[in-house]
Nanobody, 121 residues
Framework: QVQLVESGGGLVQPGGSLRLSCVAS????????MAWYRQAPGKQRELVAR???????NYADSVKGRFTISRDNAKNTVYLQMNSLKPEDTAVYYC???????????????WGQGTQVTVSS
């Protein structure tokens, strides 16, 4: 079965940077869209950035110009480079991927466990 493993979260000061990574492993036939979501306390989970298998990207307005999503298809990995971090970026960040497994006929959505990002002085 497919697993998404995230890393790179932590505590950073305003204006600092972090790079999140998410590696998909298991019986994978193909990975379509990959994305990063985040959820702050008391708020709904929101889309931060997404990237298609061809490399097309979309960003939330709140992070545009500061965050960059990228992927390494050979490594089944998606990254989120976060620069100029603000306190309002504080949230649990979740990796998401649309994946077809070797035994499956259809694509399904898979979530990582989430990693905490805290931006504070």
């Amino acid at each position: 079965q497919v697993q998404l493993v995230e890393s790179g979260g932590g505590l950073v000061q305003p204006g600092g940077s972090l790079r999140l990574s998410c590696v998909a492993s298991g019986s994978i036939f193909n990975i379509n869209t990959m994305a990063w979501y985040r959820q702050a306390p008391g708020k709904q989970r929101e889309l931060v950035a997404r990237i298609t298998s061809d490399g097309s990207t979309n960003y939330a307005d709140s992070v545009k110009g500061r965050f960059t999503i990228s992927r390494d298809n050979a490594k089944n990995t998606v990254y989120l480079q976060m620069n100029s971090l603000k306190p309002e970026d504080t949230a649990v960040y979740y990796c998401y991927a649309v994946i077809r497994t070797n035994s499956g006929l259809n694509y399904g959505g898979y979530w990582g466990q989430g990693t905490q990002v805290t931006v504070s002085s």
